[in-house]
């Protein structure tokens, strides 16, 4: 099992040093029932004093009441008929007056000679001072909120990009499950009691370990807290001795950009001990891995030296016995020319719990990138999936290239680079017209991408343009009749590609 190795380039990374450089002190700052002065009542002001009332602040507002927004009006109006009001309006303007006993002050000032008069003013009186929108005159800054509370997430471009970190809270907002508030609460709730029945270290550990992947897997009940507490004296009882075993999740890198990746195949890699990962995985897909999980490189790759697939069964049923939490990371979709039968039947003999996730194969990927319906109505009724090699190299024995030479049927054949010519040869012969559309695309969906859009009768000749060394798919059928080599599905700009298009 030699051929299995810890990702090398793990090790050579710098050993860690003293922190980088911050912008700013990412702080959370405690406001429940402490005062804020807030001076001014635009739109923008309103959605401060939005923030501070969420965060139990009683804010003292300084503005006219006929320069208030309709927003911050009704939101007044909505106050007052509270229990416990949040605001306090008073009708004139700020003064140097109003700063004492404030814990924050921010203004809404409209010029910069008022805005630093502002400053001034609540810096004399040692208050942290926010003026909106002018950073020049901020002692700290309001980021980009997720908001799960308990669990809230702050981003900050240091005012840069405002723009850029909203495009960040989006994308974390899509990875947070909507119950992620829920189990936050749960845990605020039992952690009293977990503390009193689990000794520190590998007992609480172990509690919280199962605890977080129960997070991302499922909702929880109105039991879920008992249960949960009975959970940890189970643990307890036991002595933190057995920490039960591990599970193998089988999950779909895609073809190699990153954000091609499913929710869930994200949560996965972040949950993950260890991540067996094939040779065609991207870099980018592995940044997305838990940076603690340790990362083997099984790399299988068509016409190299690969591990064995009785090594890789061994070892994942080696580390779930040992209570870790795999992940098998394969390139495509696990379920398509991925030997994930073998793996699930070798994990469940062993009564092993295996997972799958699901991935983008790298025929739909193709498609997208060409802009070509596999099954168009006008074209294709079907299509199908084939090997372009058997494990000595060949083309498949058992093909029935007859049925194959039908363009009627989109046809993909995966890793039939250095089989293009044979795979030509034997549907030529069998009737298939050489004026068939035919497709070539290598590395697909990767900066490398190199596309060919021409006739089967020349498809070997572009094959030996484009190259054996990198993952190739080829297309056959009249599905491709319209596929275009600069088809882009992205609101990015198209990165270039090597357009071999027939002339």
């Not at 049923?317 to 039947?345: C, Q, T």
């Amino acid at each position: 099992m030699e051929a299995l190795h810890p990702m090398r380039s793990d090790s050579k990374r710098a050993t860690p040093g003293r922190m980088e450089p911050l912008a700013k002190l990412p702080v959370f700052f405690a406001l429940d029932g402490k005062r804020v002065v807030l001076a001014g009542g635009s739109e923008g002001a309103a959605w401060k004093a939005e923030l501070l009332v969420a965060c139990g602040a009683q804010v003292d507002l300084y503005c006219p009441e006929e320069e208030l927004s309709e927003t911050f009006v009704r939101m007044l109006e909505e106050d007052r008929a509270k229990a416990e009001p949040a605001f306090r309006h008073h009708d004139h303007p700020w003064h140097i007056g109003i700063f004492q006993n404030a814990a924050m002050a921010l203004g809404d000032c409209e010029t910069d000679e008022e805005a630093r008069a502002f400053y001034c003013a609540a810096k004399a009186a040692g208050v942290p001072v926010n003026v909106i929108d002018k950073p020049a005159f901020c002692e700290f800054q309001f980021g980009s909120i997720v908001n799960r509370s308990p669990v809230v997430i702050a981003i900050s471009t240091d005012g840069a990009a405002p723009i850029l970190a909203q495009a960040i809270r989006r994308r974390i907002e899509t990875l947070l499950p909507p119950t992620l508030k829920a189990w936050a609460q749960i845990a605020q709730a039992i952690r009293e009691s977990i503390n009193q029945r689990l000794k520190p270290g590998t007992e609480r550990r172990t509690f919280w370990e199962r605890f977080v992947d129960r997070v991302f897997r499922e909702a929880p009940a109105e039991e879920t807290p008992d249960q949960l507490i009975a959970e940890a004296q189970k643990i307890a009882n036991t002595q933190g001795v057995q920490t039960g075993q591990g599970r193998v999740t089988l999950v779909g890198a895609g073809p190699g950009d990153a954000e091609l990746l499913t929710l869930k195949a994200v949560r996965a890699l972040q949950a993950a001990d260890v991540i067996l990962f094939d040779d065609l995985v991207s870099a980018d897909v592995l940044e997305l891995a838990r940076r603690e999980a340790k990362r083997m490189l099984v790399g299988k790759r068509g016409g190299r030296e690969s591990c064995k697939q009785e090594d890789i069964n061994a070892t994942m049923i080696s580390l779930a016995k040992s209570g870790k939490r795999v992940v098998r990371l394969k390139s495509g979709d696990p379920m398509i020319f991925g030997r994930a039968g073998e793996e699930i039947e070798s994990l469940q003999r062993e009564g092993i719990t295996v997972d799958v996730v699901p991935g983008v194969t790298a025929a739909t990927a193709m498609a997208a990138r060409l802009g070509a319906s596999l099954t168009h109505r006008d074209h294709a009724q079907s299509v199908r999936f084939v090997t372009g090699h058997s494990r000595k190299g060949e083309l498949p024995a058992d093909l029935d290239w007859a049925k194959l030479a039908d363009a009627s049927v989109t046809t993909i054949f995966y890793m039939g680079g250095r089989t293009a010519a044979a795979i030509a040869d034997k549907l030529t012969g069998h009737g298939m017209p050489a004026s068939t559309p035919a497709v070539i695309v290598s590395s697909i969906a990767r900066e490398e991408e190199r596309r060919w859009v021409g006739q089967l009768g020349d498809m070997p000749t572009a094959m030996a343009a484009i190259g054996y060394e990198n993952p190739v798919l080829l297309g056959i059928g009249d599905a491709f009749i319209k596929a275009r080599t600069d088809f882009q599905v992205t609101e990015e700009p198209a990165t270039p590609q090597a357009d071999l298009r027939q002339a």
